[in-house]
């Protein structure tokens, strides 16, 4: 085999040996890179994919000279023992045949941050036993996945995800088993603004909160319409409780609204944080509903932690 000769199609089968999650990113070039080793002498015997190219960061010719790869590239230095020992441990052909490791690290270059995942797997292809390194921008997956969803499981009015996306997306968020938090947002005053106002007012209430809601999440985060004046947020990687109860203040806050007559506009928020409030997208989203219907009975305005209930 050579690294220039090796075909996609074998390429692709090595990725699908990866699992679901990774074989999405087959195609898409910028997010990946495939290295495979030969494992008698360690030899690199082809690779794919541009993303650490992309970054400037040189593919190892031999597979040893990973042991190397944690002092070289931009780790955050509190990842740094744990990325050295991952490398170690599969440049030093300690690996069994079945074995699939997986590592999340962040690489960070002044502002400039992205967090890779980086699984190994042992397999032969065409006689030859070799080790498969894949790289994966984890940033990259996100958005790619928004943008799937969002394609046709768009809200026609507010423009965010509709029911079935959001809970697509929450499908999705809760299979990798990382924690996160939710928040189920209601609009208390909303039946009297439809009665006061009449629908198209209501209506560009709707807009609005969505609008102010979108100036402040970040690039992965994703918004969702449930029901008539229900959304839901999906916020990756939020697992500390204070930052949560700083999102959902600010939620409850910035969702604060005065109409021409003087109707005050306020929400009701429901926040739930996986795994320790559920591990499933039905249960997340239920107890998430119980939360706000529990903030509600305060008089809205406020927010109510799942946690704080039981």
Known sequence: MDAKKFEKEQINQIIQMFGERRRSRFGCEDYYTLCGYRKSDGSLMHYDGALLSSRNLDIPEKIKDFSLIAGMWPIEPKLLASAEEFFLHFSNGKAEPTDLSSL???????????????????????????VEVLFINE??????????????????????LNRNGIMRALAQMTSDEAPHTYLLLDIDTFKE???????????QVLVNVVNIIRKHLRADDILGRIGDD??????????????????AKGVVEMT???????????????????????????EIYGHADEAM??????????????????
Do not use: H
């Open 104 to 130: 999340d690290i962040l690489l960070r270059k002044g502002d400039d941050e992205c967090w890779i995942n980086i699984s190994t797997i042992e397999m032969n292809v065409e006689g030859e036993d070799l």
């Open 139 to 160: 940033d990259g997956e996100k958005m790619l996945l928004k943008k799937a969803i969002c394609g046709s499981e768009t809200d026609d009015l507010t423009g965010v």
């Open 293 to 310: 219907l529990d903030a509600r009975k305060k008089g809205g305005d406020t927010y109510t932690f799942y946690s704080d209930m039981q």
């Open 256 to 282: 604060r609204l005065t109409l021409p007559n003087g109707l005050n506009i306020t929400s009701s928020v429901g926040v739930v944080m996986s795994p320790a409030d559920g591990d499933c997208a039905a």
């Open 193 to 203: 603004v439809n009665l006061t106002f009449g629908y198209k007012m209501g209506d």
């Open 230 to 247: 229900e959304f839901f947020f999906c916020l990756y990687d939020v697992s500390d409780r204070v930052v949560a109860e700083r999102i």
